[in-house]
């Protein structure tokens, strides 16, 4: 079982519908981050969070540090919001040399 | 602006080539990272290095080999070693390393296929 886990994978939906997109870890963590993947392929750090709730613009990303479960929303989707979206989690032991296990990513289309 | 270069933005190799992939950080960060991304997988960790002069392998890092004689400037080489080389290759950086919670920057990446 992977370490972190997204939903859904893939994620189709109209222009001006709120999105969801969930995160479920399984490990101890100092904290988590939402990043963005545009189709040109670089990475834009969203949220770094470790409680509660941060909202930057239309973008909210919420953690329940008991739960183990992170939600990153979208309000009033837009298509320039069609990315992929992937969570990782910064580890307080094990993971790799850098101490982050990253999800598969969330692969997000918002049609016109 | 502060930032990360990665450079090429496209390469192709031959079978046997070793090529080096360029990232330079001007943001006076201590730690920089090397992943791997390939389709339908999360980013997997080749190198890390949280100072100069020091760095640490990660998941996958046989067939690559990395330097940091400076503090902005972290190479890789992909070696012929490496039996699956084609992949998309991103370059980050943080304030400093460890198991902290640190801010990411990453580069634009660079794309690597293999002829």
């Known amino acids: 079982k992977n370490e972190v886990e997204q939903s859904p994978q893939n994620l189709t939906a109209q222009e001006g519908e709120f999105i969801t997109i969930n995160c479920s870890y399984s490990?101890?963590?100092?904290?988590l981050h939402w990043l963005q993947q545009h189709p040109g392929g670089g990475i834009v750090s969203l949220f770094m969070?470790?409680?509660g709730k941060k909202k930057h613009g239309r973008l909210i990303a919420t953690i329940n540090i008991q739960e183990k479960h992170s939600s990153l929303h979208i309000t009033a989707s837009h298509p320039r919001d069609s990315a992929v979206y992937i969570c990782?989690?910064?580890?307080?032991?094990?993971?790799?040399?850098?101490?982050?296990?990253f999800g598969k990513g969330t692969h997000l289309i918002i049609q016109p | 602006d502060g930032g990360i270069t990665q450079s090429p933005k496209y390469l192709f190799r031959k079978e046997g080539q070793n090529v080096t992939l360029s990232c330079e950080q001007n943001?006076?960060?201590?730690?920089m990272y090397w992943y791997r991304q390939d389709p339908g997988q999360g980013l997997r960790l080749i190198y890390y290095?949280?100072?100069?002069?020091?760095?640490q392998k990660g998941d996958i890092a046989e067939g690559y080999s990395v330097s940091r004689e400076k503090k902005e400037s972290f190479p890789l080489t992909v070696t012929s070693a490496q039996k699956n080389p084609t992949a998309f290759y991103l370059c980050?950086?943080?304030?400093?390393?460890?198991?902290?919670?640190?801010?990411?920057?990453f580069g634009a990446g660079s794309r690597l296929t293999v002829l």
């Open positions: 980050a950086s943080s304030i400093r390393g460890g198991t902290g919670a640190n801010v990411l920057t």
């Open positions: 490990v101890g963590i100092s904290a």
């Open positions: 969070l470790s409680s």
């Open positions: 990782a989690v910064s580890r307080y032991s094990g993971g790799g040399a850098d101490g982050l296990t």
């Open positions: 943001l006076n960060h201590d730690a």
């Open positions: 290095s949280q100072i100069v002069n020091d760095f």
